[in-house]
């Protein structure tokens, strides 16, 4: 049987109806993030679906040395602390060193094994022994079989709070793909699963010094995974994604997601036999 885990109160996987997961890549202020945060819970009432606010405080996996990483630690986690307090969206954020796990530990709700760190034993036990939910994004490098040894490292520190991801797999040089039998895969381990629809539609390192994207196709590959049977859709957004600080060319404009959102509801209703 599917386990349920709770980010917060919003219950992933069982029978429970579809998650979305959304926010922008990088905090870039505390202004901008407040109202995103603020636009993301009205969507969530208004279409009836539980979200969880995502976005990271330091983004360590940049091209580029000269890329914004956002405020850092300390700032950004009390800009996350607010979203939380004054929305009531829980908080998903990703760490990069076992420095910050216990710090983040004490703001976010779940936090997130970066895709790129997914194998480094050290940081995978910190977050087991946060007790905290933690996300695990599969490595574009992995074969999605190949995650179970990280789900063995997380249930070894006993926590079994664990949430598995799908972000695209490396397929040359400069893109990835999306193979949705990932999804499947890593759902036989009982754990629930999530596809990263933004995340998936990256071109690594081939912009002109950091990575370029194609972000058009993320609403269909998210619509995709939803019919295959994710629990949770990941998707980067931004109200103006031209201006993003991060990932800009694979975000989804905030003012399409609502169309989407229902879309990927009526698949999820057909999916889970809720439909009339």
Not at 116 to 138: H, M, P, W, Y
Not at 163 to 192: H, I, K
Request: net charge positive; glycine share 10%.
């Amino acid at each position: 049987m599917k386990k349920v885990v709770k980010i917060g109160s919003v219950p992933i996987g069982g029978k429970h109806p579809l998650v979305l997961i959304a926010g922008p890549c990088v905090i870039e202020s505390r202004q901008s993030t407040l109202d995103l945060a603020r636009r993301l819970a009205g969507l969530g009432r208004r279409k009836g679906i539980p979200v969880v606010f995502k976005a990271s405080y330091d983004k360590a996996n940049r091209t580029s040395v000269q890329a914004y990483r956002g405020p850092g630690l300390a700032q950004g986690l009390e800009i996350l602390r607010e979203v939380k307090e004054r929305y009531g969206l829980p908080i998903l954020t990703d760490v990069h060193a076992v420095s910050e796990v216990e710090p983040a530990a004490r703001v976010a709700d779940a936090l997130q094994l970066p895709a790129f760190l997914c194998r480094q034993t050290d940081l995978v036990v910190a977050l087991g022994e946060s007790d905290c939910v933690v996300n695990i994004k599969k490595g574009q490098f992995l074969a999605p079989w190949d995650v179970r040894h990280i789900v063995e490292k997380l249930e070894h520190t006993g926590n079994r709070r664990i949430l598995l991801t799908e972000r695209g797999s490396s397929f040359g040089y400069n893109n990835l793909v999306a193979d949705m039998r990932s999804l499947l895969v890593m759902r036989e381990w009982g754990y629930p699963v999530i596809f990263d629809a933004t995340h998936s539609v990256q071109l690594p390192g081939a912009g002109a010094s950091g990575t370029g994207g194609d972000g058009r196709w993320a609403p269909h590959l998210a619509r995709a995974a939803v019919a295959v049977g994710c629990d949770a859709v990941f998707i980067e957004t931004h109200a103006a994604p031209e201006k993003a600080l991060s990932d800009r060319d694979n975000a989804v404009k905030l003012s399409l997601l609502p169309k989407l959102v229902s879309a990927l509801q009526a698949i999820d209703d057909i999916v889970d036999g809720r439909a009339k």
